[in-house]
């Protein structure tokens, strides 16, 4: 079959629908439901993003195009499972509900209680959707999206979770990482790029302690240390993932690409798959793929972010096989 049929015969078999919900403050949040061919009802998975403003896709547009998500959702309908898949409220499609008058309010709005909240309820509107089984339902997290599963798995129940690309340990961790990884790469003087690590850790610090900002910030800094989500940035400076973690009673997938260069496979994956090893009465794995990155895409050299292209395969027939042996 000529790979053009046979890429339109595959979209052909997957059927989306646009549905709206609530989220929390009464935000009406647009996400897509793809359902494979069939009547069903068919096991589901609910797919959560990375930081930022990304999309229900994965992208942060219009600079950041990985459309991790979407792919995902594409072979997961192609094997009989759903997914449900929701812009966040950072968005730009959501613009005219922010609270643009108050960095107070912003920062509110952008909270982390305010996103976990939207998440049950996209997960309760998966699960009440036609032709969707509630009993078969996980959730996948990529990236930030996986902190949002760790934390709220113990209390939606999902009957499987999928943790891709997540962070293992705060974000104090993560930033140290990323920003020395990012510093030590440059062509920066000695002294330029210890001034950029002491103000990450004095913010840190400030952020952690008093909730605000400390006089001064680096400028390369900045765009980590938004005023408008200063409330956020806390939660994720002060929540260990794996403390919720331990407390979910269903199966867990760990998922990482070996080059991740935002978090780290051989550290943060494998806390993760540590935290949950002491369980009784259910399971969980770890799977590293060599030469992937954060977005599962192939890498090139340890420079590459490798953002575009498709997701390598061995990913994708990963998470198939593995949720239909612990969801389906």
Known sequence: MPLLTALVLATAMAKTEEITFKGATDLTLSGELMLPE????????????????????????????????????????????????????????YLSHWPLDSMEK????????????????????????????????????????????????????????????????TLVSVLRFQIGRSVGASDLSEDAKK????????AMRAI????????????????????????????????????????Y???????????????RADVDAKRLFEALKNRKGTSQELFVVPSVSHNFKQVKDDSDPAFEGPIVPAVLDKITAWLKANLA
């Open 208 to 247: 952690v302690d008093t909730g605000k900002l400390p006089a001064a910030v680096h400028p390369q800094l900045l765009s980590i240390y938004n005023a408008a989500a200063l409330k956020l940035v806390r939660s994720y400076l002060t929540i260990d993932p794996t403390v919720t973690l331990k407390q």
């Open 38 to 93: 069939g009547e069903g009802p068919f096991p589901s998975l609910l797919l959560m993003p990375g930081s930022g403003p990304c999309d229900r896709d994965g992208n942060a547009l219009p600079l950041v195009r990985t459309d991790v998500l979407k792919q995902i959702a594409e072979h997961l309908a192609k094997n009989g499972i759903a997914t449900f898949r929701f812009d966040k409220r950072p968005v730009a499609r």
């Open 106 to 169: 912003m920062s509110e709005y952008f909270s982390f209680e305010n996103h976990v909240a939207d998440v049950e309820a996209a997960f309760k509107t998966m699960a009440g959707a036609k032709r969707i089984d509630a009993k078969r339902c996980g959730m996948l997290g990529h990236s930030e999206g996986g902190l949002f599963a760790s934390w709220q798995a113990p209390r939606i129940k999902p009957k499987a979770i999928v943790l891709a690309a997540a962070a293992g340990d």
């Open 195 to 202: 001034a950029i690590i002491d103000s990450n850790e004095e």
């Open 249 to 263: 009673s269903g199966p867990v997938l760990v998922i990482n690409g070996e080059k991740d260069v935002q978090v």
